[in-house]
């Protein structure tokens, strides 16, 4: 039975991934349209929205062509490791607190962990190898450079993001990450929801810039970097392989933001709703709800952020990353520990 | 067979394969590939053994981080394959095996006859020895010293990378 639930589970979460990977394209495009004052898609469907399954019918069409001189086994690893990593990071996530389905109490999370933190750190850490093998494995000069930029920048933000983490560690006292969202339903004086963004701003925005590196959006994009690099790591991908490195893109980009949105902006949590006396299951929907409006903000945020700010220049990348955001994160790390040690 | 044992012999058998294809592959990329295959078997194992904060360590150090420098480095060297450098037997050849053919027969021996006597203790304590809480106040309580003398080799080792890579005095 309990199998069953997590399969089920698995299934649901891996769908509302994809077709989420999917609305996001579609929205970019538009935004971005909107952003250079151009109409963007609106042919297939009404008002573009079918814009999407045309793609990726597309893709899948298209031949799949694999340079002569390249490593033809590890070319096709690539893409499978980056899509399978980006999905595998969900795992840990609670997308609700508890639902009473059927007589069972379902938990709306699919692994539930105690070393869940650290668990995503891991998945983060290996999440390169996706990138730098397909640029290693093309046999072509800019995949391979994008392919090191990637590893390079992925190192440098790691250690900022990890930190950054430390410090909401300490406030929850817990690496369980459906803890820490219970531990943020509390309120301080009263009034103000206590989400680890009021109690961690510090950490929430050195987490944020190393996110952003970590999905390689826009202003950290140098992996791929049309301009100088054609298309960086994935120049010599084609058809539904490249399909995967751009469904992984986005599909990092939702981990990501749910990430943001569980560690800092209270997860599933709605404040107040506690008062409304509504019936267990409403409230439940309504968790699940709340935790997807919070994902869409932030996800709406990096959009904005992609089509608002130029790429930063290599030199200018490694300064922020080791120079601004590590020493931030540790003097975070430094005050949290001196505040917890004052007020306890 | 229970499912540990299962997952220990299957776990142990990709980490044997992955362990001789990394010596024995020509390019240096395919071998660090394997070597990653590698270390993660290890984090299964420990797994098994209920050390769930040393295996996510083992994956974020080892697998995230050391053998991303490695690839890099690899990369960047842009390496070929070690095809040149391969040689027929000479006399180092067929005294590397006879070296290596004597150590096993010793440690086969040494294992048979059951010379080294584990302590049973070490099974007894609870299945919560392997989690964050446990080790990190065993680190900061008994094992405080060993600790911070570590913190402080890491740190010269910095220093001295540094001091290599700056060049300028």
Redesign the interface.
Known sequence: MDLIEAFFKIVIVIGALITGAAVMVFLERKISAYIQNRIGPNRVGPRGWLQPIVDVVKLVMKEDIVPKSANRFIHDLAPILSISIALCTFAVIPFGNTIELFGRTVKLMIADVNIGMLYILALTSVGVYGITLAGWSSNSKYSLLGGLRSSAQLISYELSMGLSIIGVIMVAGTLRLDQVVVHQTRYLWGWLPAWNIFLQPVGFITFMVASFAETNRLPFDLPEAEPELVGGYHTEYSGMKFGLFFLSEYANMITSSALITTLFLGGWSIPFAENLALSPLTMSLLQVGSFVVKVFVVLMFYIVVRWTIPRFRYDQLMNLGWKVMLPLAIANILLTGGLLLALN | MTLESILFYILSAVAIASALLVVTRRSP??SA?YL?LNFFCLAGLYLTLHA??IA??Q??VY???IM??F??VI??L?LGDERKLSEGMSYKKVIAVGLAAALLTELIYIIETSWIVLPASTVSQGTDIG??EYIGLQLFTGYLFPFEVTSILLLVAIVGAIVLAKRKY
């Open positions: 990329v395919i590939l990653i769930q904060f996510v360590i994956i974020i697998a995230g981080a991303v420098l690839v890099f990369m960047l842009n989690t964050v």
